[in-house]
């Protein structure tokens, strides 16, 4: 009894060591991801190269403590995973000759950031599963250059999220597994825009700085195994509330104040499908729903008041669709096909979040090395659409507004 308690305790210890490298770790990486848009499905696991269907029911490694907790019940022992990559976004603006404020096409406001993340599942019992992922839900980074046509609106954002997801899951039976997290998110705003705008004479600049928050959320996981050869993973994230808190300072004039701004990360609804079609093939697929009009208006308060900017963002729809083949033993080779709903229209899409529907295509191949080790690679084409804007500061589409993910990962298992 004895030297299984301490085997126990041993165990435990080294997850915690594992937590905390990798914690710090990704906090030391300024801006995980470098994209147009908020969430993201590029989690740097192996469903990347099946642009993500059937995340929420595969359950073969690690990554499901991110995925769906409740598939951690279908690994045994202690798995890790650790995944590392980069992205690249290549976004330019193409302002409409009737465009009120005149300026140039803004550059490429995109450019490439590291992808990072690493999922962790303990093994408490044969029932019982624990869990913690580490990586980014949501990010954007544009840089604009200072006099294109739309410098009013934005010259340079950056939003980047941390999140450390802790999870426990249970076997209820052979069919029925449950299980749940605590979503704690770090996030990070700052953004610059000319001030003045037309009539008012003048060249000076807004600046947002290190305006921070850490907010909590939760997430509830299911896990139905319909047969030996089918499964279907259903979750639930609940909405998370960053309230930013920072600087804002007005050059040339030198004006400075305190402020708070709030974005609605929002509630989400996934499910997945995975089914063994024979030895060799398996087809994955996921449907989604994401609240996004809880994002109809941005709150902003000052020292001076407060006030709301409206957003008129809607709900999204998601659909995937994946195939996994087994060339060989072992190498598995994935390719997938993703959509997503646009969240806005032309009359309330800014140039800080270009977002219009989007397309994903991807590819991916995995090795088992051993049973104990195996690696893969995946590659991503995103096309986030024209996102055509037309409001009284700014007219015109995006001409380029895609994103390129490129991601490897390893995984261990310890026993």
Known sequence: MTERYSRIHAHMIFGCLVFLFFSFFLASVPGTTWAGGLYLIEANSPSMGVAGAGAEAVATDASTAWHNAAGMTLLQGRELM????????????????????????????????????????????????????????????????????????????????????????????????????????????????????????????????????????????????????????????????????????????????????????????????????????????????????????????????????PRGWDDTWHVSGGIHYRLFPDWLLQAGIAYDSSPVDAQDRTPDLPIDRQWRFSLGAQHDFSERFSAGGQFVYADYGDAEIQNNLLVGDYERNSIYFFACNLNWRFD
Do not use: C
């Open 82 to 309: 650790v995944g590392a990559g980069l992205v690249y976004s290549t976004l330019k603006f193409d302002p409409d000759p009737s465009t009120p404020v005149p300026g140039g096409d803004g550059g490429d406001a995109g450019g490439a950031a590291p992808l990072l993340s690493a999922f962790y599942v303990h093994s408490l019992s044969e029932k019982w599963k624990l869990g913690i992922s580490l990586g980014s839900l949501s990010g954007a980074a544009l840089d604009y250059d200072d006099e294109w046509a739309g410098r009013f609106l934005v010259q340079e954002v950056e939003l980047v999220t941390i999140s450390a997801i802790p999870a426990l899951a249970y076997r209820v039976n052979d069919w029925l597994s449950v299980g749940g997290g605590v979503i704690v998110t770090y996030g990070k705003l700052e953004m610059t825009l000319a001030a003045l705008p037309p009539p008012a004479p003048g060249n000076g600049q807004v600046e947002i700085e290190d305006a921070d928050d850490v907010a909590v959320g939760f997430s509830l996981n299911t896990l139905f195994r319909l047969s030996d050869r089918a499964r279907l993973g259903i979750i639930y994230r609940s909405e998370i509330d960053v309230d930013f808190s920072g600087d804002v300072k007005i050059n040339p004039l030198g004006i400075q104040a305190g402020i708070d701004t709030t974005i609605d990360f929002p509630q989400t609804v996934r499910a997945g499908v995975y089914f063994d079609l024979s030895e060799k093939v398996a087809l994955l697929s996921s449907v989604a729903w994401e609240d996004w009009s809880s994002l109809e208006n941005q709150f902003i308060s000052t020292q001076r008041g407060s006030t709301q900017i």
